[in-house]
């Protein structure tokens, strides 16, 4: 299982998990002032990958922060507020 670390990690006031890393498929986002500010990842495509640098890039603002959690929530649709707000 490879584990792969995006923005700072350090220093955050929340954390929530999505997906499992068990089944080697899990997202930990790592939030301050309830604006994202890194990840810790495994099993992640390119294109998710991607989109959660710029994420972390923006610090975009979840717009529900349990919709992190939920896997049948897409991120752009747990963003949704977020990605408006940052362009």
């Known amino acids: ?3 792969r670390i995006f923005g ?8 929530l998990t999505r997906g499992s890393f068990v089944d080697g498929n899990a997202i930990v986002f790592y939030l301050e002032n309830e604006q994202l500010v890194g990840t810790l990842h495994t099993g992640q495509d390119d294109e998710t ?4 640098k ?3 890039r923006t610090q975009a603002r979840p717009q529900d922060v ?12 747990a963003f ?8």
């Open 1 to 3: 299982m490879r584990l």
């Open 8 to 15: 700072d990690t350090s220093q955050h006031d929340d954390r």
């Open 49 to 52: 990958e991607e989109r959660l």
């Open 54 to 56: 710029q994420l972390i």
């Open 66 to 77: 349990r919709a992190l959690a939920d896997e049948s929530v897409s991120l752009d649709d």
């Open 80 to 87: 949704a507020a977020g990605a408006e707000e940052t362009g």
